[in-house]
């Protein structure tokens, strides 16, 4: 069965420090893998996407994530922290036809300090 | 700014209540979706319209009645809510392909806070 694993429940980051959120997936043909974040009260944003072709993807706000299919992993990435960044994210892999439907990891609160 | 239009952004409501969720989009995506979120959790899809057609329906109770009237628009119909239907409730549309996998990046309103009273 296909599923999404955030093995960090909660993170606390510095400002200005480089920032990685860790996401693995199971899913047994080629992945469609996403990562979005949520702010306080907010629906979900797209940050960054990947479906084939060069394993590290750029995203907005300045983050990326690396594809490794010998790990099963989607991490995401930031060299350097701002304190708006402080938000709940979620990797998803999406899955099935007639439209996506999207599995979501559990997610990952990330708290950032001054 | 979201692309996607979500109304009310708060209801409060009685369990013998009926109200309507509204979500409207005007991107031309042709695949819509009902999502269910409490707090501190992920959110877990509740219903896709594809084409102003229901493909998928994640066992969710009769009480919840999703409708899709045009392709800009898709509603949710409550009636007799428990008190643990609580949550936000998030609409989100995509591109969809026909028959092809699922590959189109989602866009989510910012959903309605429902609380039952």
């Known amino acids: ?114 | 700014d979201t692309e996607v239009t979500q109304t009310p952004k708060h209801l409060v409501m009685g369990m013998t209540n009926k109200k309507s969720l509204k979500c409207e989009q005007h991107m031309g995506h042709r695949a819509m979706y009902w999502y269910k979120q409490k707090a501190k959790k992920p959110p877990e899809l509740m219903f896709v319209y594809s084409y102003e057609k229901l493909s998928i329906n994640e066992s969710v109770p009769s009480r919840f009645s999703p409708e899709c009237p045009n392709s800009s628009l898709l509603n949710l119909h409550l009636h007799a809510l428990q008190p643990e239907d609580s949550a936000l409730y998030l609409c989100a549309s995509s591109q969809a392909d026909r028959g092809l996998s699922s590959n189109q990046p989602q866009h989510f309103g910012d959903g309605t806070r429902l609380s039952i009273l």
């Open chain 1, 1 to 114: 069965a296909q599923s999404v694993t955030q093995p960090d429940i909660h993170i606390t980051v510095s400002e200005g420090a480089s920032l990685e959120l860790r996401c693995n997936y199971s899913y047994g043909a080629t992945p469609y893998l996403f990562w979005y974040v949520q702010s306080p009260g907010q629906g979900l944003q797209l940050l960054l996407k990947y479906f084939s072709g060069d394993t590290l993807v750029q995203g907005i706000k300045g983050f990326e994530a690396e594809f490794k299919r010998s790990q099963s992993s989607f991490n995401l990435r930031k060299p350097s922290v701002h304190w708006s960044d402080a938000a709940e994210y979620f990797c998803a892999v999406g899955v099935g036809q007639a439209g996506t439907a999207l599995i979501f990891g559990k997610g990952t609160t990330l708290s950032v300090s001054s």
